[in-house]
């Protein structure tokens, strides 16, 4: 076992070399094309694209005699493939123009419509005598293994230039992404853009028919995009963390694949990709399961401690400046623990001070201009919101940390005269029997 | 072409799947959910061969159990992804039901050595040997015949509600229909319908069926009920014509194409599911002529 494992892994046979470089660069360029596929919502295209390859490879397995070709030929096959897959992208173009049908559905016709026919012509196949239909078997599940090295080397230039146009066209394909309409008016060429990304797509997919075969072909497309999500919000990181993910998914799927013979390849491939699009659901940096629920809790433990801050500083303003766990427990719809555990806290971090009785506290010269601060951006902010919110109540952050940084001085004064006011009428009601100029 | 016994139960057992499928995949397509018939078919994959590993059988119940609960794992699973990653429907549905396709993939291969079970069999079905029954009427056809009573009776009494749901969610939400449920009924329905059709018919002929139909008829008619009504007539004709075209004409038309003598009749799931196309692309076709044309003939007339 171990051994197997070390010549698999340190690349001894010509034939595992062949098949390990073939399978990670087609990790690696249906990584970055997938990521913006992803982007340009356009993820199960894979999947209707792998699937209409399949009546293209059969007819070109049974035009192969007539031709004088061998029905095993990979690049013959792949040539029916790629014809029938632009033909089906053409469908869903069709579709999606002349009807009144949504693109899901356009996509899930030519999907079935292609492969049933596919079906039909291989179920014909299947009958011929010699059981030559195991060589298109390889095709539908995938097996990186029967890769003979000049299918590596298709498979080699055409990852590289998936790669290469990728790279070079990066800023284009990222305005096409993201802002379609702006690239039109801005004069760039949108549709030869988006007919060369779409040609990029189709590329991938008949290199990947070898490695992981048609059922499978679009998960390489779609999970190491969708697992780079959970890492990055930059597209280059993005682009860069798919392909790393599908160049390894590959590797270890083939690696796998190598010591535990008979399990099917392809499959292995796709679940090594969903295991790390598992891993990152949960630790991805940036938007991982876990990083969400820690950046959650420590959102609700300030936001408590800024309201605790507040209440007491409110009771403090009402009355004396020592104030008991009722009047601020009266404040807000708290719990007795928490609220006791929270000024526990706030004492600890020295901006309260405790009276010797225990029940009973006071801010001190910290704690007093911490929460005059919170205070008072609070209260401005809400005359702001009041005063402004048909205007820009987009500029609203509560979270800065003196409303100037915002607003400008002139419109905070503006607020702060009209916070006296209100403080006036507050304390002063208004005479009820005077009528309001 | 020799018309058997066999040929007849092979179209009625299509036709009855195809009406089956066309009835949830009407609701599917208005709801946008089009790709949802492919993903359960291929997330269903693992739940079956569970089903196989754990009971040791071809019992259909263990099967039906795991697949239905391998298409609820789908929408939530899904679900999560979308919201919590914000990735889009389609990106999330794909990760879910491709991992789970991989993975029932290898368990196959390992029951394997236990049971006997073809992944291929599960994919294209083979709806000429499952017809094959000691029984007057085989049983598979009971099957699907109550797979289609069942879907027709729920689409019956829940028309309203899943009309809401697939056309204006929040008002149907507002007026105190659980759109909520109402989707993960149609996924369960959809499910069902899946499983049951799996075994016979194969899982290419559902995915068709599902969505084929209903948007053919959405050519047709403007109404959900006359939606309804037209997708149940494309999916008897396309299963007619389907197994007539297999057993016939198909042959003959790819002998011609490659210059072969040798071919046999073709599958015939594979070419029901051809014949909707057809029947789609025609429609569509036409259509679009007569938008163009009807208008200056109706001109030319008066």
Same mark, same amino acid.
């Given at each position: 076992?171990?051994?197997?494992?070390?010549?698999?892994? %340190?690349?001894?046979?010509?034939?595992?070399?062949?098949?390990?470089?073939?399978?990670? *660069?087609? $990790?690696? /360029?249906?990584?970055?094309?997938?990521?913006?596929?992803?982007?340009?919502?356009?993820?199960?295209?894979?999947?209707?694209? $792998?699937?209409?390859?399949?009546?293209?490879?059969?007819?070109?397995?049974? !035009?192969?005699?007539?031709?004088?070709?061998? =029905?095993?030929?990979? %690049?013959?096959?792949?040539?029916?493939?790629?014809?029938?897959?632009?033909?089906?992208?053409?469908?869903?173009?069709?579709?999606?123009?002349?009807?009144?049908?949504?693109?899901?559905?356009?996509?899930?016709?030519?999907?079935?419509?292609?492969?049933?026919?596919?079906?039909?012509?291989?179920?014909?196949?299947?009958?011929?005598?010699?059981?030559?239909?195991?060589?298109?078997?390889?095709?539908?599940?995938?097996?990186?293994?029967?890769?003979?090295? $000049?299918?590596?080397?298709?498979?080699?230039?055409?990852?590289? %230039?998936?790669?290469?146009?990728?790279?070079?066209?990066?800023?284009?394909?990222?305005?096409?992404?993201?802002?379609?309409?702006?690239?039109?008016?801005?004069?760039?060429?949108?549709? +030869?853009?988006?007919?060369?990304?779409?040609?990029?797509?189709?590329?991938?997919?008949?290199?990947?028919?070898?490695?992981?075969?048609?059922?499978?072909?679009?998960?390489?497309?779609?999970?190491?995009?969708?697992?780079?999500?959970?890492?990055?919000?930059?597209?280059?990181?993005?682009?860069?963390?798919?392909?790393?993910?599908?160049? *390894?998914?590959?590797?270890?799927?083939?690696?796998?694949?190598?010591?535990?013979?008979?399990?099917?390849?392809?499959?292995?491939?796709?679940?090594? /990709?969903?295991?790390?699009?598992?891993?990152?659901?949960?630790?991805?940096k940036k938007r991982g399961l876990v990083i969400r629920l820690l950046l959650e809790r420590e959102a609700s433990r300030r936001l408590r401690r800024e309201h605790v801050l507040r209440a007491i500083f409110e009771c403090a303003e009402d009355g004396q400046p020592v104030v008991t766990l009722e009047e601020v427990l009266a404040k807000r719809p708290w719990k007795k623990n928490e609220l006791r555990s929270e000024i526990g806290q706030l004492a600890d971090d020295g901006l309260l001070t405790?009276?010797?009785?225990?029940?009973?506290?006071?801010?001190?010269?910290?704690?007093?201009?911490?929460?005059?601060?919170?205070?008072?951006?609070?209260?401005?902010?809400?005359?702001?919101?009041?005063?402004?919110?048909?205007?820009?109540?987009?500029?609203?952050?509560?979270?800065?940390?003196?409303? #100037?940084?915002?607003?400008?001085?002139?419109?905070?004064?503006?607020?702060?005269?009209?916070?006296?006011?209100?403080?006036?009428?507050?304390?002063?009601?208004?005479?009820? #029997?005077?009528?309001?100029? | 072409?020799?018309?058997?016994?066999?040929?007849?139960?092979?179209?009625?057992? @299509?036709?009855?799947?195809?009406?089956?499928?066309?009835?949830?995949?009407?609701? !599917?397509?208005?709801?946008?959910?089009?790709?949802?018939?492919?993903? &359960?078919?291929?997330?269903?994959?693992?739940?079956?061969?569970?089903?196989?590993?754990?009971?040791?059988?071809?019992?259909? *119940?263990?099967?039906?159990?795991?697949?239905?609960?391998?298409?609820?794992?789908?929408?939530v699973v899904s679900g999560v992804i979308e919201r919590r990653g914000r990735v889009e429907t389609g990106a999330s549905l794909g990760v879910v039901f491709c991992s789970l396709f991989a993975l029932g993939l290898i368990l196959i291969r390992i029951a394997a050595d236990h049971v006997d079970l073809d992944p291929g069999c599960v994919l294209y079905g083979a709806l000429e040997l499952a017809v094959i029954d000691s029984a007057a009427v085989p049983r598979i056809v009971w099957q699907s015949?109550?797979?289609?009573?069942?879907?027709?009776?729920?689409?019956?009494?829940?028309?309203? #509600?899943?009309?809401?749901?697939?056309?204006? =969610?929040?008002?149907?939400?507002?007026?105190?229909?659980?759109?909520?449920? &109402?989707?993960?009924?149609?996924?369960?329905?959809?499910?069902?319908?899946?499983?049951?059709?799996?075994?016979?018919?194969?899982?290419?002929?559902? &995915?068709?069926?599902?969505?084929?139909?209903?948007?053919?008829?959405?050519?047709?008619?403007?109404?959900?009920?006359?939606?309804?009504?037209?997708?149940?007539?494309? /999916?008897?004709?396309?299963?007619?014509?389907?197994?007539?075209?297999?057993?016939?004409?198909?042959?003959?038309?790819?002998?011609?194409?490659?210059?072969?003598?040798?071919? @046999?009749?073709?599958?015939?799931?594979?070419?029901?599911?051809?014949?909707?196309?057809?029947?789609?692309?025609?429609?569509?076709?036409?259509?679009?002529?007569?938008?163009?044309?009807? +208008?200056?003939?109706?001109?030319?007339?008066?």
């Amino acid at each position: 076992m171990m051994e197997s494992f070390w010549r698999v892994l %340190l690349l001894q046979d010509h034939n595992t070399r062949v098949v390990m470089a073939g399978a990670c *660069l087609f $990790g690696a /360029a249906a990584g970055l094309a997938g990521t913006f596929l992803l982007l340009r919502k356009r993820s199960l295209l894979g999947d209707t694209l $792998g699937h209409a390859t399949l009546p293209g490879i059969t007819l070109a397995f049974l !035009l192969a005699e007539t031709f004088g070709i061998s =029905p095993r030929s990979f %690049l013959w096959l792949a040539l029916g493939a790629t014809i029938s897959g632009v033909a089906g992208m053409g469908a869903v173009l069709l579709i999606r123009k002349t009807s009144r049908l949504k693109d899901d559905a356009a996509l899930a016709i030519v999907l079935s419509v292609f492969f049933g026919a596919g079906i039909a012509m291989l179920s014909a196949i299947q009958q011929l005598p010699g059981g030559q239909a195991a060589g298109l078997e390889r095709l539908i599940y995938g097996n990186p293994a029967s890769m003979t090295s $000049g299918d590596a080397w298709f498979v080699l230039l055409a990852s590289l %230039l998936v790669a290469g146009v990728c790279g070079f066209l990066f800023k284009e394909f990222t305005l096409l992404c993201f802002d379609e309409a702006y690239a039109l008016t801005a004069g760039w060429p949108v549709r +030869p853009l988006d007919a060369l990304l779409m040609g990029l797509v189709v590329l991938v997919t008949i290199v990947g028919l070898q490695t992981v075969g048609i059922l499978l072909v679009v998960a390489l497309l779609v999970i190491p995009p969708a697992a780079a999500r959970f890492w990055s919000d930059d597209l280059r990181a993005m682009a860069l963390v798919a392909a790393t993910a599908g160049a *390894l998914s590959s590797l270890v799927g083939v690696v796998a694949s190598a010591l535990l013979p008979g399990l099917p390849t392809g499959a292995l491939i796709v679940l090594s /990709a969903a295991l790390f699009f598992g891993v990152s659901l949960l630790i991805g940096k940036k938007r991982g399961l876990v990083i969400r629920l820690l950046l959650e809790r420590e959102a609700s433990r300030r936001l408590r401690r800024e309201h605790v801050l507040r209440a007491i500083f409110e009771c403090a303003e009402d009355g004396q400046p020592v104030v008991t766990l009722e009047e601020v427990l009266a404040k807000r719809p708290w719990k007795k623990n928490e609220l006791r555990s929270e000024i526990g806290q706030l004492a600890d971090d020295g901006l309260l001070t405790t009276e010797p009785s225990g029940t009973s506290f006071q801010l001190n010269g910290r704690g007093d201009s911490e929460a005059r601060r919170l205070v008072r951006n609070h209260r401005l902010w809400e005359i702001y919101l009041l005063t402004h919110a048909d205007v820009a109540p987009a500029r609203v952050d509560r979270d800065a940390d003196l409303i #100037e940084h915002v607003l400008d001085q002139r419109l905070v004064d503006e607020l702060e005269d009209l916070l006296d006011e209100k403080a006036r009428e507050r304390l002063v009601p208004g005479n009820p #029997e005077k009528k309001l100029p | 072409m020799i018309w058997t016994e066999l040929d007849t139960w092979i179209v009625v057992t @299509g036709a009855l799947t195809a009406m089956a499928c066309a009835v949830p995949g009407v609701f !599917l397509l208005l709801n946008k959910q089009s790709m949802l018939g492919d993903a &359960i078919s291929h997330a269903v994959l693992p739940g079956l061969a569970i089903g196989f590993l754990v009971s040791g059988t071809r019992d259909p *119940l263990p099967m039906l159990v795991g697949a239905v609960l391998a298409g609820l794992f789908t929408g939530v699973v899904s679900g999560v992804i979308e919201r919590r990653g914000r990735v889009e429907t389609g990106a999330s549905l794909g990760v879910v039901f491709c991992s789970l396709f991989a993975l029932g993939l290898i368990l196959i291969r390992i029951a394997a050595d236990h049971v006997d079970l073809d992944p291929g069999c599960v994919l294209y079905g083979a709806l000429e040997l499952a017809v094959i029954d000691s029984a007057a009427v085989p049983r598979i056809v009971w099957q699907s015949g109550a797979i289609l009573l069942l879907n027709l009776a729920l689409a019956a009494v829940f028309f309203k #509600e899943l009309q809401l749901a697939a056309f204006d =969610p929040r008002f149907a939400k507002a007026s105190g229909i659980p759109s909520g449920w &109402i989707q993960q009924g149609l996924t369960i329905v959809t499910a069902l319908t899946t499983v049951v059709a799996f075994e016979s018919v194969g899982s290419i002929l559902v &995915i068709a069926m599902l969505i084929v139909p209903g948007a053919t008829a959405m050519l047709l008619s403007r109404r959900v009920s006359g939606v309804l009504f037209w997708s149940l007539v494309v /999916a008897l004709c396309s299963a007619v014509l389907g197994h007539l075209l297999a057993i016939s004409a198909a042959p003959a038309w790819l002998g011609w194409l490659t210059g072969r003598q040798d071919l @046999g009749s073709l599958s015939s799931a594979g070419m029901m599911a051809a014949s909707a196309g057809g029947i789609f692309f025609t429609l569509l076709a036409a259509s679009r002529l007569a938008q163009r044309f009807l +208008p200056t003939l109706q001109k030319r007339i008066l």
